[in-house]
C-alpha cells in the first residue's frame, strides 16, 4: 500500500534542477592525516632547500629526508584516506572537485607536470644537469642512487626514471586502497609496480653498470620504437652473447604480441605490463573521467593513431633500406625523419601531452590518440582475439557510470543497451567499467575461441577489410 505522504511530496527535479550536492561540512583532519601531511611537507622543504644548495644535496641524508619523505607521506596519506572507509569505489562529487574537473586546480596541475616534461626535454640545465661537472639542482638530489645502480653521475633521464617509478609505486598504493574489494584490481596494479620498478628501471640501470646495451625489458617496438632500428640491432649483435639475449628478447616480444593478444586482449600489456599504461593506469586513475567519449573523438582516435603507426613502419622500413643499401636509396632523408619522429611523436606526443595533459584530457592521450603498440593490439583485439566485454542488457539502468569511468572513452553504456558484446580496439581491459557497474552488467572475458563474439567475428579478414569502410562498431 502507498504511503499518502509519498503522493503528497511536493518536489519537482526538473524544476529545482540537480545543482551542486548541499555542502557538507568537513571534520576536521584527525591527527595521523596530519601527521601525514606533515611528513609530506617536511619533505618537500627539504627538497627546495637541497635544490638550493644546502649540504644535505647529493647525499643519501639528503635523498632520504626529501624524496623518502615525499614517497611515505603521500603512500601513508592515501592509506590513511581509504582506510577508514567501506570498500567499494567511491566517486562521490567528482565533478565537484576543481583538480579532478579542468577547474582551476585542474589547470594548475596540467601546467605544473607539462612544465617538468618541457625541463626535462628541453632545458635540463635548469634542473641541474651538467655536461662538464657533477649534478646540481633538482638532478643531484638523487645522486647517490644513480652513483649506485648506474656508475655514473645523475642526469635528467636519471631523474626521470626515479620520479615516473616512484609516481607508480606511491600511486600503487592509492590504487591497491581504493580497489581493495577487487582482486583484478589489486593483482593488475601490484604487476605494473613490479614490472616498472624491475623490467623498466632498475635492470635497464644494471645494464648501464655494467656497459651492455641500454633496453627497458617491458618495453616494445613499436612503442620503443628504436629497438629494431639498424643502429640499435648494431648495438646489440656488437655486444656478444648478452647483446644477442637482448636482440632476442626484442624480437621475441614482437613475435609474442599477437600470441599474447589473441588469448587475453590487449591488457595483459596496455594494463599489466606497460610503463605508460601503468603511470595512465595509477598516476592518472584520478583524472579518468576527462576522457571525450563522443563519436567525433572515437574518429580523431582512429585516424590519429593509425597515422602514427604507418608513421613508424615508414620510418623502420626508410632506415632499413638505407642500412642495407648504404643509404643509395633515400640519402639524409630517413635520417631526419627519424628525427623527426623521436622528437614530435617520442618526446612531445608521448611525454608533454601523453602525460602533462591527464588533468585536463584525461588519463590515457597518448595511449589512445599516438600509441603505435596501442594501435597493433587493438587491430588484433578487434579482429582476432577470445578477449570480450559480455553485457547482460536486461539487467542495465542505464546510469552511464561505465561510460563515464571508461578511461579510453568508450561509450560502454551503448553496448549494455543493445546487450552487445564490446570488443573495441581501443578497450585496454582495465575492467573500471565493470568495478563501477552497481548492476553487475559487464564482465571482462577471454572465451574459448574468436569466433563467437560478433556475427562475422569467425572471418577476421573478411570483418578486418569491411571495418576499413569505417563501419560502426
Ligand atoms: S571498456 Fe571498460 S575495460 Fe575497456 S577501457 Fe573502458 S573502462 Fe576499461
Ligand atoms: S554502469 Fe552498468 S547499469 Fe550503469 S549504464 Fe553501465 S552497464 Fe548499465
Not at 656488437?238 to 647483446?243: L, R, V
Request: aromatic share 16%; with cysteine; net charge positive.
Amino acid at each position: 500500500m502507498i504511503d499518502p505522504r509519498t503522493l503528497a511530496y511536493d518536489f519537482d527535479e526538473e524544476a529545482e534542477g540537480f545543482g551542486e550536492p548541499p555542502r557538507v561540512e568537513r571534520p576536521r583532519l584527525p591527527l595521523d592525516q596530519k601527521l601525514c601531511l606533515g611528513l609530506l611537507g617536511a619533505g618537500l622543504l627539504t627538497l627546495v632547500a637541497q635544490i638550493g644548495g644546502t649540504a644535505l644535496s647529493g647525499t643519501w641524508g639528503g635523498m632520504a629526508l626529501s624524496w623518502g619523505s615525499i614517497a611515505l607521506g603521500t603512500s601513508l596519506w592515501f592509506w590513511r584516506l581509504y582506510a577508514g572507509t567501506t570498500p567499494g569505489i567511491k566517486h562521490d562529487g567528482i565533478w565537484f572537485r576543481s583538480a579532478l574537473s579542468r577547474g582551476a586546480l585542474g589547470w594548475l596541475a596540467g601546467i605544473f607536470m607539462t612544465g617538468m616534461y618541457v625541463l626535462i626535454y628541453w632545458f635540463p640545465q635548469v634542473l641541474g644537469e651538467s655536461a662538464d661537472g657533477p649534478p646540481t639542482g633538482l638532478v643531484a638530489t638523487v645522486d647517490p642512487l644513480a652513483q649506485l645502480v648506474t656508475g655514473y653521475p645523475a642526469s635528467r633521464w636519471f631523474l626521470y626514471g626515479v620520479l615516473y617509478t616512484t609516481a607508480i609505486l606511491v600511486f600503487g598504493v592509492r590504487m591497491f586502497m581504493k580497489y581493495r574489494h577487487s582482486r583484478y584490481h589489486q593483482i593488475r596494479t601490484a604487476s605494473v609496480m613490479v614490472f616498472q620498478f624491475g623490467f623498466a628501471w632498475l635492470l635497464p640501470n644494471l645494464l648501464v653498470l655494467f656497459q651492455k646495451p641500454y633496453m627497458e625489458f617491458n618495453g616494445i617496438w613499436p612503442l620503443k620504437q628504436n629497438y629494431i632500428w639498424p643502429e640499435k640491432w648494431g648495438e646489440f649483435t656488437g655486444a656478444g652473447a648478452f647483446g644477442l639475449f637482448l636482440l632476442v628478447w626484442a624480437v621475441g616480444l614482437v613475435v609474442a604480441t599477437p600470441i599474447l593478444t589473441y588469448f587475453f586482449g590487449k591488457r595483459w600489456y596496455c594494463s599489466w605490463v606497460c610503463g605508460c599504461g601503468g603511470l595512465a593506469e595509477t598516476l592518472g586513475d584520478p583524472w579518468r573521467q576527462l576522457s571525450d567519449n563522443s563519436t567525433r573523438a572515437w574518429k580523431i582516435e582512429r585516424w590519429m593513431i593509425h597515422s602514427v603507426l604507418a608513421a613508424v613502419l615508414a620510418v623502420t622500413v626508410s632506415l632499413w633500406i638505407d642500412y642495407k643499401t648504404t643509404g643509395a636509396v633515400y640519402g639524409s632523408w630517413s635520417g631526419g625523419v627519424r628525427q623527426w619522429y623521436g622528437f614530435y611523436i617520442g618526446a612531445v606526443f608521448s611525454g608533454v601531452v601523453g602525460v602533462g595533459f591527464y588533468p585536463l584530457l584525461g588519463n590515457r592521450v597518448w595511449c589512445r590518440f599516438g600509441c603505435p603498440q596501442a594501435a597493433i593490439l587493438g587491430i588484433w583485439q578487434r579482429f582476432y582475439s577470445r578477449f570480450r566485454i559480455t553485457t547482460n542488457g536486461d539487467q542495465c539502468m542505464s546510469c552511464g557510470n561505465c561510460s563515464t569511468y571508461c578511461e579510453m572513452g568508450i561509450d560502454v553504456r551503448s553496448y549494455a543497451q543493445k546487450s552487445e558484446n564490446i570488443v573495441r580496439a581501443s578497450c585496454v581491459g582495465c575492467g573500471v567499467c565493470a568495478s563501477v557497474c552497481p548492476r553487475g552488467v559487464l564482465k571482462l572475458e577471454n572465451g574459448s575461441t574468436h569466433a563467437d563474439r560478433y556475427e562475422g567475428s569467425d572471418r577476421p579478414l573478411d570483418a578486418f577489410v569491411k571495418s576499413l569502410g569505417i563501419r560502426d562498431r
